[in-house]
């Protein structure tokens, strides 16, 4: 169902195989490094642009409880914007999987999640 809704990074093509989403590009900088380039010109359902400040926010969002969707991040230590479109992943440690585990990394607008008092992910357990 969310996939219906967010856009990730990444996802999956007809073969399973990774294609971009809403990164056009991933370089691997070090083994603990990833650096993503992202699609220009997205915007969301209310026309605000897309920009790296969405993927820094939804990715922390994500890492930190109560989220259900740690586990889509959970190689993550820190992300961190390089400019409006790029943005550095630095990991826990190597992860040949990392790009598999950000298919279910959700993208959502940092300007609406403010506006709508949702920056903290739903505690479902409380």
Not at 13 to 32: E, F, M, R, V
Not at 38 to 57: E, I, M, N, Q, W
């Amino acid at each position: 169902f969310l996939q219906q809704v967010y856009e990730s990074l990444v996802r999956y093509d007809k073969n399973y195989q990774i294609q971009p989403a809403l990164a056009t590009k991933w370089t691997q900088i070090s083994p603990t490094q990833v650096r993503f380039e992202l699609r220009k010109g997205v915007k969301f359902h209310d026309g605000a642009p897309f920009t790296a400040d969405d993927v820094v926010f939804s990715i922390t969002r994500v890492m930190t409880p109560p989220s259900n969707m740690i586990s889509s991040v959970q190689s993550v230590k820190e992300v961190k914007k390089v400019d409006d479109f790029t943005v550095d992943l630095i990991l826990k440690g190597p992860n040949p999987v990392l790009l598999r585990e950000l298919t279910e990394a959700r993208i959502m607008n940092k300007a609406w999640a403010e506006k709508n008092n949702s920056t903290k992910a739903q505690d479902y357990a409380g």
